[in-house]
């Protein structure tokens, strides 16, 4: 069989104020292209299949038109949920199933002819121990357990689907601004060695493709570039070969790119620069040497969609300020910080009491 694996559409993501669905919608058409081109029997969704918990009724009429092509075609469809993904996108999966459209919100294994897909949807730790009703003291524990109650049959071909940060020996990974990383320290460290019996594994959450440490593990990146710190990240899906079990990327190749431009605003105005570019229709990020009166007009004249200036100059003072504000305050508050940026909320005094065990190790015990 032909499987395709990707991951991170992130329907209906917003990027700095422009929707970015006309571009969604396009490399979708092209994703089914692809499909046909390669005869594809499944699609395979590593997770983060929309952008926001409750999607906007564009980005789930583009999900569903992409649905009714597998249907149509009679394609199946293995997805899993990410971290973005609300769980009330699986709420038709029951009758889904019949027509081998699969939304997984948790972990089980589907088995299509001779391939087997161990999916595990994603899940923080206290989702886990909930789940299984089971005191797991680390992320790695609890998907260790999950492995152990798939169990494993070596006369298919076995493939595992995962949404999280999974890195190798400690190797970092490439990331990019639009994923949060909220393994603090290490605690939630995933090494994919505990993968290791599977022929190919399928990630998502890390927006740039790439291999973590073995070549048939890896993240399949997003469908687009979803912010500046991707402007180098060339996108691409897998498509894997259960037969032969080798794989290869196909390339996608986005409606409106996005640009980073370098230099002052009379460089970057002056045609013979940008007639290099199509100044009219990419997205477009300038890195300007000092702020410049009246900078966005005079960029905007010419791109249109400019989305944003970075001055070079700002991004020193900032570390300098970061490094400040880390001085004075002690990891706890810190810690506090981090917290009420990532979950939106105040920390509790429980929750406090933890992190000075665990964390700082300033418990009295
Ligand atoms: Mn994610």
Do not use: W
């Amino acid at each position: 069989m032909k499987i395709l694996h990707t991951a991170d559409l992130h329907l209906g993501k917003m990027l700095n104020g422009y929707s970015l669905l006309e571009d969604q919608e396009y490399i979708i058409k092209k994703i089914e292209d692809i499909i046909l081109a390669n005869n594809v029997d499944v699609v395979v969704i590593a997770g983060d299949i929309f952008d926001r918990a409750i999607a906007s009724k564009e980005a789930l009429d583009l999900f569903g038109d992409f649905l009714n092509f597998l249907n149509k075609n009679k394609k199946y469809l293995i997805s899993i949920l990410g971290n973005h993904d609300g769980d009330r996108v699986a709420y038709l999966n029951h009758i889904l199933k019949y027509n081998n459209i699969h939304i997984i919100d948790e972990p089980q294994k589907v088995k299509i002819d001779n391939c087997i897909f161990s999916c595990i949807p994603y899940r923080n730790i206290h989702q886990f121990k909930d789940y299984y009703n089971e005191d797991f003291k680390t992320l790695e524990e609890a998907y260790k357990y999950v492995l152990d109650d798939f169990g494993y049959d070596s006369s298919c071909f076995n493939m595992l689907v995962a949404h999280d940060y999974f890195t190798y020996n400690m190797e970092k990974l490439i990331e990019s601004e639009s994923e949060i990383n909220y393994n603090v320290g290490g605690l939630d460290y995933l090494d994919v060695l505990m993968f290791k019996d599977y022929d190919y594994v399928a990630l998502g959450h890390m927006h740039t493709s790439q291999k973590v440490g073995l070549d048939n593990f890896r993240y399949s990146g997003s469908i687009l570039k979803y912010s500046f710190s991707e402007v180098n990240s060339n996108k691409s899906v897998v498509i894997v070969d259960s037969e032969t079990k080798e794989f290869n990327l196909v390339p996608l190749t986005p409606k409106r790119d996005l640009v980073d431009i370098k230099g002052t605003v009379e460089e970057l105005t002056n045609e013979v620069f940008y007639k290099n570019y199509n100044y009219k229709t990419d997205f477009f990020r300038a890195i300007l040497p000092t702020n410049e009166v009246n900078a966005y007009f005079s960029l905007k004249a010419i791109y249109p969609y400019l989305m944003e200036i970075k001055i070079e100059e700002a991004k020193e003072t900032k570390r300098v300020l970061e490094k400040k504000i880390a001085q004075e305050k002690d990891y706890l508050e810190l810690f506090s910080m981090f917290y009420n940026e990532m979950e939106n909320k105040e920390i509790s005094l429980e929750e406090k009491e933890i992190v000075k065990k665990y964390l700082i190790g300033g418990g009295e015990e």
